[in-house]
């Protein structure tokens, strides 16, 4: 049989991140703030459903540490986080962003819990500072922020563990949701 028509290998691994994943409601002020941003030609806004905030990207994770990775992000109550997304940015290599001016202390917090938790369940977190931020658009050189948009609000409710899912399903999937 020839080798590039056989059916490729189930993957052994998934590509996962833990998130704040925004209701309706969040999502909706999201995307209305995107519409309010000055995009140049070629930008690749990022579709509604793909909008979240990043706590920890765990990347490839065997599947036999799957459960294990779960059950560590199961952290029980936390303080609850008031998000206020108020400060649009172009990061370097196109990346528009919006993020909070001030870091809450309940969300520095939660990353710390998390990773904590991820390195107790044999994860090593990203060593490079946490920068907070929903990250609006790609390929994204150019682009102004509006100059005086209404902050997103965003009261959120716990956390979610997310696979990256790749071609033909591209896109994300949420594995498991955490209550705050």
Do not use: K, N
């Not at 528009?96 to 994860?123: D, K």
């Not at 946490?130 to 005086?148: E, F, I, K, N, W």
């Amino acid at each position: 049989m020839d080798p590039s028509s056989s059916p490729p290998r189930p993957s052994d691994s998934a590509r996962l991140f833990v998130a704040l994943w925004p209701g309706p409601a969040v999502r909706d002020a999201l995307v209305a703030q995107q519409a309010l941003w000055h995009w140049p030609a070629g930008v690749r806004p990022v579709a509604p459903e793909r909008l979240h905030l990043t706590l920890h990207f765990l990347g490839a994770v065997p599947d036999d540490r799957f459960e294990a990775v779960a059950a560590a992000l199961a952290l029980g109550p936390s303080a609850p986080i008031e998000l206020r997304l108020d400060r649009g940015e172009v990061w370097p290599r196109g990346i528009a962003v919006l993020g909070p001016a001030a870091v809450p202390p309940a969300l520095t917090a939660l990353h710390a819990r998390l990773a904590g938790a991820l390195t107790g369940a044999g994860v090593t977190p990203e060593s490079r500072p946490y920068r907070p931020h929903v990250t609006l658009a790609r390929h994204a050189d150019g682009a102004v922020p509006p100059a005086a948009a209404p902050a997103v609000v965003w009261q959120a409710e716990g956390h979610a563990l997310v696979e990256s899912c790749r071609a033909p399903q591209a896109g994300y999937r949420v594995l498991r949701r955490y209550p705050g």
